[in-house]
């Protein structure tokens, strides 16, 4: 098994670009994450959702959207890009056996994003 | 709104001393993780902690969660250098929240 597949790996923006980043996972998780990490810093939520067709904010979600159409794939959309949003971007995904916040999230590699 | 803090920021040990990271909340957790990113890694899930007092043990590591379940804490024994990376608790109130992690680095 995959487990947790981010394209791209890495990627640098021009200010007021725009771009998706793909994250698809192959364990029939229903729940999926996408967090950034600053420099030196903890993971911060963008958003999450809990199944297909169903997606909420997390703490950080301004300047970001997110889609949910299978099971399988979980796309971050960056509208503008703001230099502000140079980060690692982490996708996650967990089991829901019982409430979600319970089970451990498996996650992907990253996609580094500079704007310039 | 919930926090979950870390000291310390970053530790600097020799090979063979112990280690020792703690977690903080400012509410009370429901359960708290442990995650473990190496340098230029993603995080991975170490271990769960659900119940008051709980202590739980994977070879050289010990994790403790608080009488109150609002703290946590993670030990290492005679650290190795495959233990360098940044250890994270995740704990849960109404989200669950990453705290701000405990970079570990090894001096051989």
């Known amino acids: 098994n995959a487990g947790v597949t981010q394209t791209p790996k890495f990627r640098i923006l021009k200010i007021g670009q725009s771009m998706t980043l793909q994250c698809t996972q192959d364990?029939?998780?229903?729940?999926m994450y996408w967090y950034r990490q600053d420099p030196g810093m903890g993971l911060k939520l963008i958003y999450y959702s809990v199944g297909a067709g169903i997606t909420d904010k997390g703490e950080v979600p301004n300047g970001y959207n997110v889609s949910r159409s299978t099971t399988e794939d979980f796309p971050l959309r960056l509208e503008l890009a703001a230099p502000s949003q140079t980060s690692v971007y982490f996708c996650?995904?967990?089991?829901?056996?019982?409430?979600?916040?319970?089970?451990?999230?498996?996650f992907g590699d990253g996609t580094r994003l500079s704007i310039l | 709104g919930q926090q979950v803090m870390q000291i310390p920021q970053y530790q600097h040990v020799q090979e063979g001393e112990d280690f020792t990271t703690y977690c903080n909340s400012s509410t009370t957790l429901s359960n708290i993780q442990w995650y473990k990113q190496r340098p230029g890694g993603h995080p991975v899930f170490l271990i769960q902690?659900?119940?008051?007092?709980e202590v739980k043990k994977q070879k050289r590591l010990t994790f403790q969660f608080g009488e109150a379940k609002k703290n946590s804490s993670l030990h290492i024994t005679a650290t190795q250098t495959t233990d360098v990376g940044t250890y994270f608790c995740a704990g849960k109130e109404e989200k669950l929240t990453f705290g701000t992690g405990t970079r570990l680095t090894i001096i051989p």
């Open positions: 364990m029939n998780h229903n729940y």
């Open positions: 996650a995904s967990s089991y829901s056996e019982s409430t979600w916040w319970n089970q451990p999230q498996h």
């Open positions: 902690l659900v119940k008051s007092g």
